[in-house]
């Protein structure tokens, strides 16, 4: 193996010379990317919308250089798909389908560069398709798929540069970090980690090219648009980060561990701590130690500042492909070569069970521990449910007082819903408060009565003349939505663009968690 040679310092080179990777096993590890893809797509339209997705929908009607939750890029891709597969819950989900057969060909490569033969690149394409990262985000459109690859193909880009010494691969990065940046600000946090393992470790030598301030300047370049938006209109993701991490405050901490152990999968935790541990132990890996240190340093940044353990998952798939190297050279009996399959196939079992609508919605409300554990099914059920029920509300005003009303749901996942299943019900155009929903529009002047989801009485009280509540949603479902309350409310005290600003809010939708409940209570959530 060899480390950037034009300006390296002594001791950085790897300890064995110079080897040429194993050809790539094209046919298999493309035959498990495009079975992926198919069993995504055969399985996207059970179920129905995911509360972002339904969010990134209307989001999709009104293209934006940023929005105060995200770029816009999952915004553009999504309204790219609605116009070549027209509005449909399958065509919505073609995309994160895609980029999850590009992430599992990544890892094989991954492993390649590591010095993986044949078996181990087939070993991290199979361990690859049986983790929760890419079942995940390849099911659910949203920013997490773009984030995902970025983070994955940096990550190889740079094992590559070490690996072959050619800095001409900084164009690559910059231009990977320049539209993973239009999709998520999250990527510099994989950026500053890599930067310090690299200057921690080495080899530093990297840096040493005119080449790594071109790739900068490139990423600078293209997602110079988006940049431009957030320091133009106060930096929101700011506040955004700050009530995301006030809504979580405990709650990241207390399931940090656990979600290390979860996000890949449980039954091959073993396999990417292996990966870990080989990077940073084994001599001939020195000069790739720095993404083993990347990931420790981004653990003890995480815990310091409450953030997700979701966060670190991108760099536990590269450490899963490195896993796969470990494993192949382990696995030389049949014994061995039977645990790991079996373990893969457990792995892939379970992460489907838990993260892709592989059964009927009642077996996973049914069952005790699916209920708690598959949060994410019942993110997409219920919203016509929803829908219907503030029909109902809707057809028992008068013909003169439906002209004049509107719908406000108190989260994006509620407005969204409305907007998708209204007009089936003739239900007006609904409006939110929450993040960017509440610059898709404002209720016109003649609009004086309003149905809402979810909202505090306490503040609709001061802000309107009447309101009367009228029930509230009830689901059959654990939906996270069932119980919230409806409301009809008359006469705004004041013209609807002042009542907005008081009505605008940045944060978790919520009632997703006790704490998202509680941090928001003031703001809308009963």
Known sequence: MTVVRETASPGEAASTPPTRPAPVPWRPVSLIALTMTVGLLALATRHGYHVDELYTRAASRHL???Y??????VAVVARIETAVFGDTLFGFRVVPALLASLAVLLAPLIA???????RAQILAALMAFASGL???????????????????TVSWLLIRMVRTGDTRLWWAIGVVVGVGLTAKYLLVLLLLCLGAGLLASGPRGVFRTWRFPAA???AVVISSPVLIWQISHGLPQLEMSAALSKALEGLARSTFLPMQLLLIGLFLSPVWVAGLVALLRRPEWRPYRFVGWAYLLMVVVLLAVGGQGAYTTS??????????VVVDRWARGAARLVVIGGLTGLNALSCAVLLLPTLPVSVYAGNPVLSQMAIVQFDQVGWPELTRQVSGIHRSLSPEEQARTVVYGNHYGQAGAIDRWGPEYGLPKA??????????????EDKTTVITIGADPGLFGRLFASCERRGAYESELPVSDDG??????RGPLEPWPVLWERLRWVGFQCPYTAEAITANSARGCE
């Not at 105060?68 to 890029?73: A, C, E, G, R, S």
């Not at 890419?134 to 994955?152: A, F, K, P, Q, R």
């Open 64 to 66: 934006a250089w940023g």
């Open 68 to 73: 105060v939750d995200q770029p816009p890029l």
């Open 112 to 118: 390649r560069e590591l010095g993986g033969g044949s």
């Open 134 to 152: 890419v079942m995940y985000t390849g099911h659910i459109m949203g920013t997490n798929n773009w984030d995902e690859l970025s983070w994955i």
């Open 216 to 218: 900068v300047g490139t």
């Open 315 to 324: 760099l536990q798939y590269v450490l899963l492909a490195a896993g796969a």
């Open 431 to 444: 409006y939110s408060g929450h993040n960017s929903y509440a610059d898709f529009g404002v209720p016109g």
């Open 484 to 489: 919230q309350g409806f409301m009809v409310c």
